[in-house]
């Protein structure tokens, strides 16, 4: 069973950074492209950011420039370094793995999720 635990998450003044982590278990990571999503209070869940077996990678419009994905394949991490945040990046992040080889910015098209980890920006 494949399991994601994310974690990094708190309270940040805007302007900072902050960096997620999300550790994979039960199988190999090097074999999945990763993603990261969020979800604000009453909004949709969306796509952040994901990185494909190989290290393509791939941005939401609003994140480009300040967040970076990146994994660490030897520790079965993924990674979100987050700066310059902003009080709308508030929101529960969570991260996703995707047996396929594209890179997907669809919830659905991923195999297996984690739980969130909660982002808080103050203005």
């Known amino acids: 069973q494949v399991q994601l635990v994310e974690s990094g998450g708190g309270l940040v003044e805007a302007g900072g950074s902050l960096r997620l982590s999300c550790v994979v278990s039960?199988?190999?990571?090097?074999?999945?492209?990763m993603g990261w999503f969020r979800q604000a209070p009453g909004k949709d869940r969306e796509f952040v950011a994901a990185i494909s077996v190989i290290g393509g990678s791939a941005y939401a419009d609003s994140v480009k420039g300040r967040f970076t994905i990146s994994r660490a394949n030897a520790k079965n991490t993924v990674y979100l370094q987050m700066n310059n945040l902003k009080p709308e990046d508030t929101a529960v992040y969570y991260c996703a793995a995707d047996l396929s080889l594209g890179l997907h910015e669809g919830w659905d098209e991923y195999d297996f999720r984690g739980q969130g980890t909660q982002v808080t920006v103050s203005s």
């Open positions: 039960g199988r190999t990571m090097s074999r999945y492209a």
